[in-house]
């Protein structure tokens, strides 16, 4: 098992008020208790960041920023648009790459998730590369395939040095916020599925997270029998003892198994 990674993904939610009380949160929690086996990435919207990273500078609170998604392009005429070049300055180390409503209400193919994925490595930074298959592919038995050819698409060809900041999430879309998780067989098996199809793309290092209704009370089965490197978390993210909790699971996990 590689160390574990627990990412919260904030989405759309916390104004920069709230989402700096939430970064006290944890940063009162986990100066009590830390995890020390587990990587931990808060990932707020866009206006939260450069708040959210003051606070965790100047506490000095052991997690890393992150940010939902960027632009293919580092500058120039792309109203709205934020390019990883302006992440980096505000010290972001991980970007979400693909996630499943990016792809789907935002129209991301995956050949913009695979330029994105690009543009965010090029940088130096972290891309958790988001796969999953809707819930007609699955009851097709058609998600091993489906999730194969996301990771061709985004993965193929991708430059030896940058290998190492690639992280993947499997994300079922059918069990992101509707309370419907993968249960642990489904879990283990496209985990070892992604391991297999990475490994033959030279990613074999890479973590491998299950993101979709994890929480407090999942998350201890899901790392153990799943066999995932870590979570990523919605909704179970914007509570600071939920969040932590799974942290805590991930860690335990970890001591136990070294
Ligand atoms: P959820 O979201 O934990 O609320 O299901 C997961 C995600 O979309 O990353």
């Known amino acids: 098992m590689n160390r574990p990674l627990v990412i919260g993904n904030w989405k759309m939610n916390l104004d920069y008020v ?17 995890l020390e086996h587990v990587d931990l990435v808060v990932v707020p919207p866009f206006v939260d960041i450069r708040s959210v990273t003051s606070v965790v500078e100047s506490e000095r609170i052991a997690v890393d920023v992150g940010a939902q998604h ?3 392009h580092d500058a120039g005429a792309h109203t709205g648009e934020i390019s990883v070049s ?34 965010v490595v090029r940088q130096g930074v972290h891309a958790v590369l988001c796969v999953g298959e809707e819930l007609d592919v699955r009851r097709d038995d058609g998600h091993l395939d489906f999730v194969t050819a996301q990771l061709h698409a985004a993965l193929e060809g991708l430059d030896e ?9 499997y994300e079922p879309v059918w069990a992101i916020g509707t309370g419907l998780t993968a249960t ?11 391991r297999a199809v990475a490994a033959s793309l030279s990613l074999g290092e890479a973590r491998v997270l299950y993101g979709g209704s994890v929480n407090a009370d999942n998350a201890a089965s ?12 919605g909704g179970a993210s914007l509570k600071a003892d939920s969040f932590l909790a799974i942290g805590q699971a991930a860690h335990d996990c970890y001591a136990g198994k070294r």
């Open 70 to 72: 960027a632009s293919v």
């Open 86 to 119: 302006m992440l980096q300055r505000l010290n972001v180390k991980w970007i979400l790459v693909g996630h499943s409503e990016r792809r789907a209400m935002y129209a991301m193919t995956d050949e913009v998730v695979a330029q994105t994925l690009r543009a």
């Open 18 to 34: 709230e989402a700096v009380h939430l970064t006290q949160q944890i940063g009162v929690i986990v100066k009590n208790k830390p």
């Open 184 to 194: 642990t067989e489904q879990v283990r098996d496209m985990t070892e599925h992604i």
């Open 222 to 233: 899901l790392i153990s029998e799943g066999r995932v490197d870590g979570f990523l978390v």
């Open 161 to 169: 040095k940058w290998r190492p900041l690639v992280t993947i999430a």
